[in-house]
């Protein structure tokens, strides 16, 4: 699977059938060449576009299905968010 396949997918947490956004970047371990994370940015403040506070950091080992259009994740929210 490509990078580019990855962003066209929804990232969805099965937790609360939120649907959290596309994958902007991953995390690589260089060491081993393992996908250690998802990084997928938060809701924007202004019409959900600006000013992005937070992006979510999804551990690899928190990825539940891989389907062909959407990421599903299992995670809570609260832990996940990292500030921009």
């Known amino acids: 699977m490509r990078f580019s396949d990855f962003c066209e997918k ?11 956004g596309n994958v902007r970047d991953i995390e690589i371990d260089t060491e081993c060449g ?5 990084i997928v940015p938060g809701p924007g ?3 959900g576009l600006f000013c992005k506070d ?17 990421i599903l994740v299992n995670l809570d929210e609260k832990e996940m968010k990292h500030k921009i």
């Open 45 to 47: 403040k202004y019409w």
């Open 10 to 20: 929804e990232v969805v947490n099965v937790n609360d059938c939120k649907c959290l």
């Open 54 to 70: 937070f992006e979510f950091c999804i551990p690899w080992c928190n990825v539940v299905k891989i389907g062909p259009d959407i």
């Open 34 to 38: 393992e996908v250690t994370a998802l």
